[in-house]
Structure formats: C-alpha cells, structure tokens
C-alpha cells in the first residue's frame, strides 16, 4: 500500500464559461466537482495504474463529506481522512473555453486544532505500518506547525519507510532539513531554497542541505534528478501542448510508484514524465490519457550518468 498525506484537502470546482470578462456575469456551460489537494491527486493516479492507495489528511464540514464520498468512489482508494470541526475548503477554477485559460481561486483551509492535529499525528503512525512508500503533499492548513512535515518525515524513516515531499516555502525548508528520500520542487522552489537559479546547481545544493535526492521539474522541458547514484535529466518526445493542470502531482505519482517498487532512476523518472506529458494531454485536466502514457514509456529520452560515489 502507498500513502499519501494531504492536510489542506479541498473539494475542486471547476467551471466552464465561453468566454472570461472582468466586471461580467457569465454563464456556466459545464461544472465538475472532484476531491482535491495534491496528495489525492497523486492517488488518483496512482489507483489509475493499478496500484492501493490510502488517503489521509483532514475532513470536515459539508465539502469534507462530498470529499470523502467521492474518494470512497473511487477504485483502488481507501479513505483515511481524520475528522475535524472545520469545513474542508474549495478551489474554483474557471476555464476560458475561448483561450482555453484557467482562472483559479483557492479558499484558506480549515483552522486546525491541537487536539486534531494530535489526532491525526497518531493515525498517521498506524497507517505508515503498512506502508511501501509515503509522499507528503501541498500546503498546510492555519493551525498545523509550519515544521509539521518534518516531524512526518522523521516518523516515516523511524519505520523504515520511504518519503516523498512535494511542497514549498518554509515547510520545503524545514523538511529537507529531516532528510526526505525525495524532494520535487519547480524552478521556482528550488531557487526560494537554495538561493540559486542555476538548475544543476541549485539541486545539489538542496541534497547538502538533507535531501536524499531532488527531482526538480523544468516544466515543459522534464525532469532534473540529482541523486546519490547519478544524476539525469529526462525529457518528453517533442513539444507538448495542452492543459498542465496536475502534471506535476502525475510526475509524483510516477516517482513515488517506482520508489515503492524499487526501481532504477532512470525508469522512475521515464515513468514521471510520461504520465505528466499523458496528462497535459489529457482532454480532462488533471487526468492522464492512458494511451499516450504507454506510447511515451518507450520515448522519453533520459541522458546522464552515474556516479562513481
């Protein structure tokens, strides 16, 4: 079973409109409501390949119960999402269907309370016992430690189970500092870390600072990994054009499968940037197209080397 930990969860809306205008009232052609955050999103992927997910973070409220009736839904998934008093928040994004632009308003999370965020410390213990891999994805609600992610790292590695971080900010920050397996910043995070805007560099920088290994996403030209065992670079075939809405959280959820299963850098990282580009392709944001996935597996050219360490 893979884990994955989304404290700020949110019930994603997402409207359709012809045409976008400040200052006008539009009519809605399609609305979508799904369960959200970055950690559910690797879920879904992650369920889509064929592989059991739990889901644990925070609920609370009406959305908090659309959220986990959607999750329960959802093949492969098992919803371990602890209570609280707090409604779980709404992202809306509207969608230009002219341009095909998205316009996103994200709400604040629910305030969590000592007493919850105890609760939960608790049940993710239990949860990590079964275990092959866990990822900790996204923002932190008010009320929850800005060090809560290392504190999650260091009881993951005390039972022996690989972590993955996928966050920014202070919480990057303080996590790298815990030692994650895993780190998958953008351009932007990693240069906020390390201070450096050179991509190479700025990798390495943030392994000396606790990362086990970075994976650093250069957009629509790939993947960066500076690991123990090498470093690589991986890029899809061609130009890609199309939504990326929840490539990244794809490219997550490639990483963290074939973490689980052992597999070498350059399969992991193959296996990332075909489900990101499969997804960018997608008709659907944030869901991949199965098709162009097992098309890419074959075509996305990793260079790099090994090191000799």
């Known amino acids: 079973m893979i884990l994955t930990v989304t404290l700020n969860t949110a019930l994603d809306i997402t409207y359709r409109v012809r045409s976008l205008q400040p200052h006008a009232t539009h009519r809605v052609s399609e609305v979508t409501e799904r369960p959200g955050g970055k950690g559910v999103n690797v879920a879904r992927v ?9 889901v644990t973070g925070f609920a609370g409220g009406g959305t908090g119960r659309i959220v986990q009736d959607r999750l329960t839904a959802t093949p492969g998934v098992v919803d371990a999402l602890v209570p609280i008093g707090g409604a779980t928040r709404r992202t809306i994004a509207v969608v230009d269907e002219r341009t095909g632009d998205t316009t996103q308003l994200n709400e604040p999370g629910p305030a969590i309370t000592p007493p919850e ?4 410390q608790e049940a993710y213990a239990d949860l990590l016992a079964p275990a092959s891999a866990v990822a900790l994805c996204g923002s932190l609600p008010p009320g929850v430690p800005v060090g809560a992610y290392a504190g999650l790292i260091r009881t993951a590695r005390a039972a022996g189970v690989p972590v993955l971080l996928d966050t920014s900010g202070e919480p990057l920050r303080r996590g790298v500092a815990a030692r994650p397996d895993i780190v998958t910043p953008n351009t932007d995070e990693l240069a906020e870390l390390t201070g450096s805007h ?3 560099r ?9 990362a086990h290994a970075v994976v650093a996403s250069l957009g629509p030209q790939g993947l960066l990994a500076a690991t123990p065992e090498g470093v690589w670079r991986a890029t899809p075939p061609g ?5 990326p809405t929840g490539a990244g959280d794809s490219a997550t959820a490639g990483l963290l499968a074939a973490l689980a299963e052992h597999r070498p ?9 075909a489900l ?8 659907v944001a944030g869901e991949f197209d199965r098709r162009t996935y097992e098309e890419l597996l074959g075509r996305v050219a990793v260079t790099g080397e090994v090191s000799a360490a």
């Open 198 to 200: 050179e991509p190479l």
């Open 239 to 243: 130009r890609v054009h199309g939504n």
């Open 46 to 54: 992650l369920a889509a390949l064929g592989h059991e997910v739990t």
């Open 265 to 273: 850098w350059p399969e992991r990282l193959t296996r990332a940037v």
């Open 117 to 120: 965020w105890s609760a939960f």
């Open 276 to 283: 990101a580009t499969a997804t960018v392709h997608a008709p």
């Open 202 to 210: 700025a990798t390495h920088a943030a392994r000396r600072r606790g």
